[in-house]
């Protein structure tokens, strides 16, 4: 017979393992200086928005302290508290639950959807498949306030080296009525 104790242990282990898309990891391991990214909403009006970077100045135990580090608000001290998350209906478990989390996630590099809106030092683009959005590649280009600090790494394939060239996907399919 199990007991209700190590039940609940054994129960609160799993939900823990648990990874979705649109939720953080259960633990978040991170050191002072580190870069982080905002994942929700917090407070738009003083720069704390989803996609927001920033690095870790201090911890507490309900709040981490971070410094805001581009964009309008560059330098602004802001302080992120564990705030209750669901997962979204797309990810197929059998039951609801809520984690009470930092909205962040390490962030030493970034996706180009969320480096929309970002304005940056230095950037390096790692182009190993097609860009398969219109306008994806621009984005990407197009954040960098220094085109000497703009790297980029092409597939090693005859056409990227001989042509200078990327291909640029559209599927027609989406534009057929």
Same mark, same amino acid.
């Given at each position: 017979?199990?007991?209700?104790?190590?039940?609940?242990?054994?129960?609160?282990?799993?939900? @823990?393992?648990?990874?979705?898309?649109?939720?953080?990891?259960?633990? =978040?391991?991170?050191?002072?200086?580190?870069?982080?990214? #905002? /994942?929700?909403?917090?407070?738009?009006?003083?720069?704390? #928005?989803?996609?927001?970077?920033?690095?870790?100045?201090?911890?507490?135990?309900?709040?981490?302290?971070?410094?805001? /580090?581009?964009?309008?608000?560059?330098?602004?001290?802001?302080?992120?508290?564990?705030?209750?998350? @669901?997962?979204?209906?797309?990810?197929?478990?059998?039951?609801? =639950?809520?984690?009470?989390?930092?909205?962040?996630?390490?962030?030493?590099?970034?996706?180009?959807?969320?480096?929309?809106?970002?304005? /940056?030092?230095?950037?390096?683009?790692?182009?190993?498949?097609?860009?398969?959005?219109?306008?994806?590649?621009?984005?990407?280009?197009?954040?960098?306030?220094?085109?000497?600090?703009?790297? /980029?790494?092409?597939?090693?394939?005859?056409?990227?080296?001989?042509?200078?060239?990327?291909? @640029?996907?559209?599927?027609?399919?989406?534009?057929?009525?």
């Amino acid at each position: 017979m199990i007991s209700n104790e190590n039940f609940y242990n054994s129960a609160n282990f799993h939900l @823990n393992t648990i990874e979705v898309a649109n939720l953080p990891h259960h633990e =978040f391991k991170v050191k002072l200086n580190a870069p982080a990214i #905002c /994942l929700r909403n917090l407070n738009p009006a003083n720069g704390l #928005c989803n996609g927001t970077r920033l690095h870790m100045v201090q911890f507490g135990d309900r709040v981490i302290e971070g410094e805001i /580090l581009s964009g309008k608000h560059a330098g602004k001290r802001v302080y992120i508290p564990r705030i209750p998350l @669901n997962p979204t209906s797309s990810a197929d478990l059998p039951f609801e =639950f809520v984690r009470v989390q930092f909205p962040l996630r390490l962030a030493f590099a970034i996706t180009i959807n969320k480096s929309q809106g970002q304005t /940056l030092n230095h950037v390096g683009v790692i182009i190993q498949q097609p860009v398969f959005a219109h306008g994806q590649l621009y984005v990407a280009f197009s954040r960098i306030t220094n085109e000497a600090n703009l790297h /980029l790494v092409v597939p090693n394939s005859d056409e990227a080296r001989t042509q200078g060239r990327i291909t @640029n996907v559209v599927y027609p399919e989406v534009f057929r009525g």
